[in-house]
């Protein structure tokens, strides 16, 4: 069960973080505010990628 929840959850980061990052690319920031912002938006969103990635090793090796 948490599993699927994780990877449902490692999905929606990602998606969010291409999002933003597509967003960053493209340039479509109005100034440098909005893209630190942004940038700092990233680097939490892969901060929790990693707690997520690391909680769902441990379930794993819990299970086993």
């Given at each position: 069960?948490?599993?699927?929840?994780?990877?449902?959850l490692?999905?929606?980061?990602n998606?969010e973080?291409?999002?933003?990052?597509?967003?960053?690319?493209?340039?479509?920031?109005?100034?440098f505010?909005?893209?630190?912002?942004?940038c700092?938006?990233?680097?939490g969103?892969?901060s929790?990628?990693?707690?997520c990635?690391?909680l769902?090793?441990?379930?794993e090796?819990?299970?086993?």
């Amino acid at each position: 069960m948490i599993e699927k929840a994780m990877a449902y959850l490692i999905e929606k980061i990602n998606t969010e973080v291409d999002g933003i990052q597509e967003h960053l690319a493209d340039g479509n920031c109005k100034d440098f505010a909005e893209y630190k912002e942004n940038c700092g938006k990233v680097k939490g969103l892969l901060s929790v990628r990693m707690m997520c990635l690391d909680l769902q090793r441990r379930a794993e090796e819990y299970d086993d």
